[in-house]
């Protein structure tokens, strides 16, 4: 019998989200509910008792959290994707391929998502104190709520660049625009985006069966078209 789950998606994962969502809906027959906002914000509203069945977080701290505290399902949680980090600009030759232009600062504004509610935040400012940057940068700081935001300050010009996730740059068959630089992964610790099935899905057909869909190799499919990285299968 069909029915309904409710998602709560961390803002970098909406997009490749809606499409993996589409293709479990065709597959079982379930709708989805997809609910988009920072990691922080989200395990907020879960913990004042958001009507969530699932969570796809932009990190692994964040589900350990929910499951610790009660609101998620223990031995649930799984490493769903790797984000990868970008440090983008809307204008051609405003970012060059290694990321020189953070030393050269000939820019005014550097989108950063909010480091204590948005994991990418949080992995641009490491990255910036690896390249002894962060403390010379951080006056210049346009700070997003979250990476969604962030993008649009960049893209709206608000910031001649900003750090953002690969996967909202890199839409699938199309052309990426503007300049960019991938930040070398051995600047800022993993970003493991994990799911986890929350206390309000457990026995619930629709909620458990996306857990599973979200593993298949459709989904992981999906989600590695959309730049992201792949943790091993199991």
Same mark, same amino acid.
């Given at each position: /019998?069909?029915?309904?789950?409710?998602?709560?998606?961390? @803002?970098?994962?909406?997009?490749?989200?809606?499409?993996?969502?589409?293709?479990?809906?065709?597959?079982?027959?379930?709708?989805?509910?997809?609910?988009?906002?920072s990691?922080?914000?989200l395990?907020?509203? %879960?913990?004042?008792?958001?009507?969530?069945?699932? /969570? !796809?977080?932009?990190?692994?701290?964040?589900?350990?959290?929910?499951?610790?505290?009660?609101?998620?399902?223990?031995?649930s949680?799984?490493?769903?994707?790797?984000?990868? =980090?970008? =440090?983008? @600009?809307?204008?051609?030759?405003?970012v060059?391929?290694?990321?020189r232009?953070?030393?050269?600062?000939?820019?005014?504004?550097?989108?950063?998502?909010?480091?204590? =509610?948005?994991?990418?935040?949080?992995?641009?400012?490491?990255?910036?104190?690896?390249?002894?940057?962060?403390?010379?940068?951080?006056?210049?700081?346009?700070?997003?709520?979250?990476?969604?935001?962030?993008?649009?300050?960049?893209?709206?010009?608000?910031?001649? !660049?900003?750090?953002?996730?690969?996967?909202?740059?890199?839409?699938?068959?199309?052309?990426?625009s503007?300049?960019?630089?991938?930040?070398?992964?051995? !600047?800022y610790?993993p %970003?493991?985006?994990?799911?986890?099935?929350?206390?309000?899905?457990?026995?619930?057909?629709?909620?458990?069966?996306l /857990?599973?869909? /979200?593993?298949?190799?459709?989904?992981?499919?999906?989600?590695?078209?959309?730049?992201?990285?792949?943790?091993?299968?199991?």
């Amino acid at each position: /019998m069909a029915d309904e789950v409710r998602v709560a998606v961390a @803002s970098n994962f909406v997009a490749p989200f809606q499409h993996i969502a589409q293709a479990f809906t065709q597959a079982t027959g379930h709708a989805v509910r997809v609910s988009g906002a920072s990691t922080g914000k989200l395990y907020l509203q %879960i913990r004042n008792g958001g009507p969530f069945e699932v /969570m !796809l977080s932009a990190d692994d701290e964040t589900p350990r959290k929910l499951v610790a505290q009660g609101h998620g399902v223990s031995g649930s949680a799984f490493t769903y994707a790797l984000g990868k =980090l970008v =440090l983008w @600009s809307a204008h051609p030759e405003v970012v060059d391929a290694e990321g020189r232009v953070l030393r050269d600062g000939a820019f005014q504004r550097l989108a950063v998502a909010n480091p204590k =509610l948005a994991p990418y935040g949080a992995a641009a400012t490491e990255a910036l104190q690896a390249l002894g940057q962060l403390e010379r940068l951080t006056p210049r700081f346009v700070q997003g709520e979250n990476i969604a935001q962030t993008l649009q300050f960049v893209s709206t010009g608000n910031a001649e !660049l900003g750090f953002v996730a690969l996967s909202q740059v890199a839409v699938p068959g199309q052309a990426v625009s503007g300049s960019q630089w991938v930040v070398p992964e051995h !600047l800022y610790t993993p %970003i493991r985006q994990d799911a986890v099935l929350l206390k309000k899905g457990e026995g619930q057909p629709a909620a458990e069966a996306l /857990m599973r869909f /979200m593993r298949s190799p459709q989904a992981r499919q999906i989600i590695q078209t959309w730049g992201y990285g792949l943790a091993p299968a199991r």
